[in-house]
C-alpha cells in the first residue's frame, strides 16, 4: 500500500464496480444493504459453541439515504472502506458497508479485493443464503456480546445515521447520553 492520498469514486462508481465484482463471481449482482442494528447473530443450536448468522430489516429498516450517509461520512476517513456481501436472500446479494484501518492487511488470502487507489476492498464470500429473521423474539434475544469479533463490527449503526442527519456528524458518546436524558426528559413532561 503506498502512502499516496487515495481517490474515492462516488458512490455511484463504486457501486457498479461492486456489482461488477459480485457479477464476476456468478452471486446476485443486485444488492440489499444492512446495517449493525440489522444483524441477527444467534447460538447456533446446530454446533455448540458456534453462531447462525442472519438478518432482519422488519423491526429497524434502514432509510433509503442510509448507505449515502454512511459511504459520505466512511469517505471522509482515510481508513480502508470495505464492500461486504453475507450472502443471497430473495435473489440479491445482502451486504454490508464497513471501515476500519484494520482491514488494510486484508488480502486475497483473506477474501478481499483490493482497489488500493480508491483505499477500498471487495469481499464476494461465497455462494450461499443468508436467513431474514422475521420474528421479533429471534431478534430481540439475539448475541449482542459475549462473541468473537468479526469483521463486521465496523459497520455503521442506524442510531449514527440519524445523529449524521440530524446533527450533521455523529455524536461523542457524552453527547448521546445527554440527548437520551433530554429525549426521556421531554417526554415526562409531555413535551414533543
Given amino acids: ?27 446476485p449482482s443486485a444488492t440489499r444493504w444492512i446495517f449493525a442494528e440489522n444483524l441477527c447473530i444467534e ?11 442472519g438478518f ?16 459520505d461520512h466512511f469517505s471522509e476517513t482515510d481508513a480502508r472502506m470495505v464492500f461486504y456481501r453475507l450472502g443471497s436472500a430473495a435473489e440479491k446479494s445482502v451486504c ?23 483505499k477500498i476492498s471487495f469481499r464476494p464470500g461465497h455462494a450461499g443464503e443468508i436467513e431474514e429473521v422475521m420474528d421479533l423474539k429471534r431478534w430481540v434475544r439475539r448475541v449482542k456480546h459475549d462473541r468473537v469479533f468479526h469483521d463486521f463490527d465496523f459497520s455503521m449503526a442506524l442510531e449514527t445515521v440519524g445523529e449524521i442527519k440530524i446533527h450533521g456528524r455523529p455524536l ?16 415526562m413532561l409531555g413535551q414533543p
Fill in 43 to 53: 447460538r447456533s443450536h446446530v454446533a455448540p459453541g458456534n453462531f447462525h448468522f
Fill in 1 to 27: 500500500m503506498s502512502d499516496k492520498k487515495a481517490i474515492r469514486p462516488s458512490l455511484n462508481e463504486a457501486l457498479a464496480a461492486w456489482r461488477k465484482c459480485l457479477a464476476g463471481q456468478k452471486l
Fill in 56 to 71: 432482519q430489516t422488519k423491526f429497524t429498516p434502514p432509510d433509503d439515504d442510509a448507505l449515502e450517509i454512511a459511504y
Fill in 172 to 187: 461523542p458518546p457524552y453527547e448521546r447520553m445527554a440527548q437520551k436524558m433530554v429525549d426521556r426528559l421531554r417526554r
Fill in 96 to 118: 454490508i458497508l464497513l471501515c476500519d484501518p484494520w482491514f488494510e492487511e486484508k488480502t486475497a488470502c483473506d477474501g478481499f479485493e483490493p482497489h488500493d487507489d480508491w
